[in-house]
C-alpha cells in the first residue's frame, strides 16, 4: 500500500501526444473525437488515434494532408507525419511510407 505522498510524487497527469510522435501511422487506424478546454476554459473539439492506450492528436493539417496524398495515391497505406516549430508555429509534413 502506498500514501499520498508517494501518490503524488509518483502522479504524471495525462497528456496527448501527437501523432509526429508515432514511427508510421496506417491509415486503417480507427480515429476519436475529443472535447478539451484551453486556458480561457472555452472548450474545443480535436481528434485522436489510441495506439496501446495513449491518445495521439491529429491536426486538422496533417488530415488535410493526408487527403491531398491520397489523391495522389489512392492505394495509400502508411503515413510518416514530421513536426517543426511549437505551439502555433508548428507545421507538419505528412510523408508515404512504403
Do not use: C, H, W
Not at 509518483?10 to 510522435?21: G, H, I, M, Q, S
Not at 472555452?42 to 491529429?58: N, Q, S, T
Amino acid at each position: 500500500m502506498t500514501n499520498l505522498r508517494e501518490e503524488a510524487k509518483a502522479f504524471e497527469p495525462k497528456k496527448t501526444l501527437n501523432v509526429a510522435d508515432l514511427e508510421a501511422l496506417s491509415l486503417e487506424t480507427k480515429i476519436e473525437d475529443r472535447t478539451g478546454k484551453d486556458k480561457e476554459g472555452k472548450e474545443f473539439k480535436y481528434k485522436v488515434v489510441v495506439i496501446l492506450g495513449e491518445d495521439y492528436r491529429i491536426p486538422t493539417s496533417v488530415i488535410e494532408q493526408i487527403q491531398a496524398l491520397l489523391d495522389a495515391v489512392p492505394t495509400l497505406k502508411t503515413v510518416k507525419v514530421n513536426k517543426k516549430g511549437e505551439g502555433l508555429a508548428t507545421r507538419y509534413l505528412v510523408t508515404q511510407v512504403e
